[in-house]
Every structure is written in C-alpha cells, then in structure tokens.
C-alpha cells in the first residue's frame, strides 16, 4: 500500500501526541486549560475551582464556581504575570497543599468546609509563600467575579451605553448601582 | 489603486497629503471640497468608521484578561506598553515597538497609529485653543524663534474647525484660553464644582473650567450630515465610536473628502521621500514603498502636504535629500529636526474630600475639569520659564472591605458602598525646545521600506524640573486651602513620548535661516510643500495640541489653493 505524505504525517503526529500526553496520564488529568507557561495538572485545578468557591461560594446565587474563576485566574497567571511572579505563585501552592495535609491530612479537595475555612482564617493574617499563594489568587477570584457577566448584569450594572452623566444628584435618588 | 505599471498620468494628482490622522484628514476634506483631485498616502492598513471597530461593543466580560496587556507583549514592546490607552480593548490601534524601530539616544516613548485615522481614533480628544499669551511667549521670554502668527491670524480658522468637529464647552471669558464655538457643556461633579467656586474666591488669575472636548454634545445638522450622532457617553472613545460621538478623521473629515467623489485613498502607502525638481525649483511629487509588495511608485501634484505625524515628518523631510538640498529637503538652514519639545506629563496628584456625603454623579463623562495656565502670563514671575495646565478630575467610586472569605466576603462585593469624593490633577508642563534637543537619520541601519533609521534626542532639562516642583508646591497648596485631605503627589519620571504631544522639528518663523516655515506653514525654500501637523509647531505651550493642527491645517490650505490659483506655487 502506498502511503501518502499526508497519512504518513498524520501516524507521525498521533504517535507523538500520545507520547506527549503518556507521563501526565500516568500521575493525573491534564488542565483543562491551555496554558503556555504554568506546570498546572488538573488535579491543581480541580484545587483551585474549590478554593475560589470558598472564597466566594455559592449561596442562593452564584459565586465563583459559577464564573469560572480557577479559569480566569489561571488565564492571568499564565499570561499577564511576569516569570518571576509566576514562579513565586507555583511555589506558594505547593506549599498550601502541603500545608492543608499537614492541618488536615488531607488535599484541600478533601477537606471538610470547618477545615477548608480554619485554614483560609489563618492564612488572612499570615504572610509566607502558602499565604501569598491564597492572596493572589483571592484578589483574581474577587476580579473574577466582580468582572463578571452575573456580577455586570445583577449586582452592579454595567451600561454600554449610558446616554446621560449627572454630576450632581442625590445619592438616595440613585435606582440602582451602575458602573 | 494605482500600482506602478499604470502611468504617469495616472499616478498624477491635483494635491497629495501624507498621512490621515487629525491634520491630514482636514487637508484632505478641505482639498477636496475646493474640487482638487487629492491622493492621501497611508502607511498603515484602512479602518472604515463602523464596520473596522472590532471591540466597540464588547462588555468587560468579554475581555480574555479584563483589558490587561499579556506580559509576553509588553516585554517585546516596552514603549508602547507604557501608554495609558495601550489595552486589550484598543491595542490593535497602537504600532509595536518592534514594528518600526528607532533610536533612542535619550529614552523616548513614541506611540504611533499606524491605520487610516491615525492617532485621531485614540486621541485624548481635549480641545483648547492658543491665545496670545502662548504664540508671543517665545518672543517675549527669549527662546525658540518669534512665532510668524498670532491669535488673530488663526481665530477665524479655529471657529471654522470647530464648528464641523463639534467642541462641547463653556464661553469661561479667561483671556488666555479664547473661547470658541461651544455646543453645551456636560456637568462638572460637586466636587469639581467646589473646588472651581473655592479657586475663584481665593485665587486672582486662576480658573477651574469645564474641560473643553471633541464631543457632539448636542449635535447641529452639520454633524448630523457627516452620519455622526450625539455622544452617549460610554467613555470608550479609544476602541472607535458606533455613534460617531467624538471626532475623528475616520468619521467626520475623511467619509465627508470621499463624498466629493475627489478622494484617492491609498492605504499601506509608506513615503520615502519628497521628489525636489531642480529645474522648477519645486517639489514635483513623492516616492511611496508599498508595504505589502515593497515596490517603489511615484505619485505627482502640484501641491504637497506633510501630515504624517511630528516625528515621520522630520523623517521623511530629512530623507528627502537632492542636489539642493543635501541636508533634507527646504534644509537651508540647518534646523531641521532639531528644537523638538514635548509636554511634560510627570506630575500626578490625588486627595479625597470628605463632604457632599449625600450628593454623587450618575453615568459617565468623556472629559474632565481643567485648570488653564496660571503661572508667568502675564508677566514672568518665578525661576521658570513659562508654566503649566493641569486638569481636575472628582468624583466617587463603589468600594468595599475585601477582607475575610466566603459569605461575608461576598456579602460585602454585593453591597458596595460609594466611596469617599477622590480629586486628581495631572500636569501639562510647556517644554522649550532647544537646539539639542533634536532628531537625525542613522547613517547605517535602514528600516524594512529602505528609510534609514531615526535617532531622537530629547530630553528634560533644568527649566522642566523647577516646573514640576512648582505644579506640586501649587496643587498642594490649592488642595491644601480647599480642605482636600490624604493628598498624595507622585512623578512618574515617565520619558518624553508619552504625552504624545511631540512637536517642532520644521518649525515655523520669520527668518528663513532659523526656521523652516512660513507664516502659511509653507516651506521657505519649497513652497508648494506645506507641513500642518505637529512638527511645525515654534513652542508647545500648555493646550492640548491637535485642535490647533487641525486649525492650522484648514487655513493652510485655503493659502495653497488661492496660491495655485494665482500660480504662485
């Protein structure tokens, strides 16, 4: 059988497709996420997702799993951090992993709410690499979700299209809030 | 589109403008409603009003990283990385660094727009006129050259441009910020409004106004003919207007030139340089790179006109080297390129105000207060030469205490309250220009179209210093006596660039052996070759620059074809 140019080049590409994949597939589940410059599997994700639901869980309506913000907060790390800062972050969440076992004995993914909030409660008042870890992504959680379509639509309007600007007007006359 | 098999014929035009930002799309509407068949050369890509504004109705949510720049980006283009319009939202407008390098001898942040429309579909869109205060100031305080005009020879021309452009503002009556012609005035905030009645109480000669702006704030018919409505103040301006709110070549000059059915419109059009004949003693056309085939065409007319922003400017009239003019073409004197100046944008200050609890501003608003210049008007009275405008900004902003996790956290971001009033100033310092301060073409190293690369030498100096301490010492003081409080003052130590108001190198004058335009911003020694954008600017004074451009431009090309007319040119 005569193979073409471009079957040939399709064996090639599946067969190191599948030898890229092979070592993550031993440990974990990759990302969800395409990221260009973080080691993140999608077991960290997975951590993430939880803890910007505890940051800001959600109650009758939604909070940050809704937003998707481990996403938004990946997607800024990966892109808009420099390596440096990059680096720190990584290291701090392999110490707030660490760290949760060390409180808890076990991943943060399988604390119970009372551990996942004893722990967050001390890291509000701490500063090493586990409390840096949570602050960053604390503050992106809080972007994430204030940035949000739910957040721009029911909490605090955000108007394409204002049409007016009163420079003056009594705060009691405002009927909603709008950014 | 011509391409360079067609002929000569073909590729010959009544008149040619460089350049389609605020001041070539004027001369390319003036042209062309006066009938001459008019080619404008583009270096960048076409940009229609409209349908060419991709992110025009994106809500913030849509922004992959919220309208902050990717570090991978700025780290390849760390001048344009440092303006303050350079985001997601508008990004595709602003020129890479790596796009089209140049020398920085001193750091110099240029920002460029490379597309039809330049600059002017990003522009900062404040417009306030010169008086004579600022056209007399070189020749009573002893520097740069005497200005060839004064307030009275533009005025007419100031009210003409504006009121096709449609300036929102306030007749203040301030001697040396002229009035114009105004469609109303947006509001001032409370605490704008406070601070306007405490400066007029407590300060002779000082003045809070209302911040003068290309903005249709009430639209005339002759808005409404250009297709532009009423501005709805959505504060996006840089991403490109669907209503046509603000001015820009893209929706007012340029749209209104093609309707004449006299407009050529040449996008991707790079000008290497201005053809000198001899043996008419004038300039015959221009030798334009294509960018996407890199071939050389000639383009003729009888009339030429460089609008390719001040730095491309100085470029291209100093690669423009004959015979005659081995130094750059109407180079005579040997000033070209040099006593180029800037505003200096470094000083910032901001406090709070802790009345007017109960008032707060709804919507938004395109523009700001401004305090016009108050320092050495009248006469010269500090250690300095000239001065400063500055603008004033206040208002509230929703906040919370972002402290602790979970339902009280996001209890807290679901109930934000209104903040403290916050005030703000940033200062627009008049720079002199100076003979050193000045840009020249590398004698190796060539750009990816063939033109050698230019070095700019610009920098801060003695006089720019005391300035800056002194807008500090001043606002302080203001601020102080109006009861504001956490005031906090900060210099960027940012590089001359960034206030994107870089002018002179051609400058205009009397003489020509120290300058190179006459008072009708013709070239001395070429007449047929006017320049209208920032390089011809003698000083920089304070106002924010283009509206005096733009003026300037109208009235140059009334000159050029009464001039054609009589042959003169």
């Known amino acids: 059988m005569q193979v073409s140019r471009r079957t040939a080049l399709k064996q090639v590409l599946m067969v190191s497709a599948g030898i890229a994949l092979l070592p993550s597939c031993l440990h974990t589940t990759p990302a969800t996420l395409k990221l260009k410059n973080l080691d993140v599997n999608g077991d960290d994700e997975k951590m993430l997702e939880e803890l910007t639901a505890t940051i800001i869980p959600t109650t009758k309506t939604p909070g940050a799993r809704e937003v998707k913000a481990q996403q938004f907060a990946l997607t800024m790390i990966d892109d808009c951090f420099n390596k440096e800062a990059q680096q720190k972050w990584m290291t701090g969440m392999k110490e707030f992993e660490a760290l949760c076992k060390k409180q808890t004995g076990h991943s943060f993914v399988n604390s119970t709410p009372a551990e996942r909030e004893s722990l967050l409660q001390s890291l509000e008042k701490e500063e090493g690499p586990a409390a840096h870890f949570y602050k960053v992504t604390k503050r992106l959680t809080i972007q994430a979700y204030t940035n949000s379509e739910y957040y721009l639509t029911k909490v605090e309007e955000y108007e394409l299209v204002p049409a007016r600007f009163h420079g003056s007007i009594p705060v009691k006359d405002l009927t909603k809030k709008t950014l | 589109m011509a391409n360079i098999n067609t002929s000569a014929k073909d590729r010959t035009f009544d008149a040619i403008v460089i350049g389609s930002g605020i001041s070539g799309g004027w001369a390319a509407k003036e042209f062309t409603e006066k009938g001459l068949k008019t080619l404008v050369l583009e270096r960048g890509r076409d940009v229609k009003h409209l349908k060419d504004y991709p992110t025009t109705n994106m809500y913030p949510w849509e922004f992959p990283h919220r309208g902050q720049i990717p570090e991978a980006i700025k780290a390849e283009n760390p001048s344009i990385s440092r303006c303050y319009a350079f985001k997601e939202d508008a990004m595709h407008f602003f020129v890479k660094d790596k796009e089209h390098p140049y020398i920085q001898d001193k750091p110099f942040d240029l920002i460029r727009g490379y597309q039809v429309g330049g600059k002017s579909l990003m522009w900062a869109r404040q417009t306030q006129r010169w008086s004579n205060f600022d056209f007399e100031g070189p020749a009573r305080d002893g520097f740069a050259v005497d200005w060839p005009i004064r307030y009275e020879d533009i005025a007419p021309w100031y009210s003409y441009v504006e009121k096709f452009v449609g300036i929102s503002g306030n007749k203040d009556g301030i001697p040396n910020l002229p009035d114009g012609e105004f469609l109303p005035a947006m509001d001032l905030t409370r605490v704008e409004t406070y601070f306007k009645d405490f400066v007029a109480a407590n300060y002779k000669d000082r003045h809070v106004i209302y911040g003068r702006c290309a903005h249709l704030s009430e639209p005339q018919p002759i808005h409404i003919e250009q297709g532009r409505v009423k501005c709805q103040k959505r504060n996006l301006c840089q991403r490109g207007c ?86 750059g073409l109407g180079n005579d004197s040997g000033v070209l390129g040099k006593y180029f100046a800037f505003h200096n944008y470094r000083g910032h200050i901001s406090a709070q105000y802790d009345g007017f609890k109960d008032i707060t ?209």
């Open chain 2, 361 to 569: 501003t709804d919507g938004r608003r395109p523009t700001s207060a401004y305090l016009p210049r108050f320092r050495n008007v009248q006469k010269q009275e500090t250690d300095f030469l000239r001065g400063y405008a500055a603008g004033f900004d206040g208002g509230r902003r929703l906040t919370s205490d972002n402290s602790g996790f979970g339902v009280g956290l996001k209890d807290k971001l679901s109930n934000e309250e209104l903040g403290p009033w916050y005030v703000g100033s940033h200062m627009m310092g008049e720079t002199i220009p100076k003979e050193e301060s000045q840009l020249t073409l590398d004698k190796t190293s060539k750009d990816e179209w063939g033109i050698p690369t230019l070095h700019i030498n610009v920098g801060y100096d003695d006089n720019d210093e005391k300035m800056l301490k002194d807008f500090f010492e001043q606002m302080t003081e203001m601020y102080t006596k109006a009861g504001f409080t956490n005031i906090q003052t900060s210099d960027s130590h940012q590089a001359p660039g960034l206030d994107i108001h870089e002018m002179g190198g051609v400058r205009m004058g009397h003489d020509p052996k120290t300058s190179m335009l006459n008072k009708w911003n013709q070239l001395h020694a070429c007449t047929n070759v006017y320049v209208t954008d920032g390089a011809c600017m003698t000083s920089t004074s304070t106002q924010n620059p283009s509206l005096t451009y733009m003026a300037l431009t109208a009235r140059a090309v009334d000159h050029a074809v009464s001039s054609l007319k009589k042959g003169d040119i």
């Open chain 2, 242 to 327: 669907p209503f046509g709110g603000y001015f820009s070549s893209n929706s007012s000059t340029l749209p209104w030139a093609e309707k004449t059915g006299n407009l050529t419109m040449r996008p991707f059009s790079v000008v290497h340089s201005i053809i000198y004949d001899e043996k008419k003693g004038k300039a015959t056309g221009v030798r334009v790179v294509d960018t996407n085939t890199k071939e050389m065409t000639e383009y003729y007319a009888n009339v030429i006109f460089v609008n390719a922003a001040a730095v491309n400017t100085n470029l291209i009239l100093l690669n423009s080297v004959s015979n005659r003019f081995p130094q």
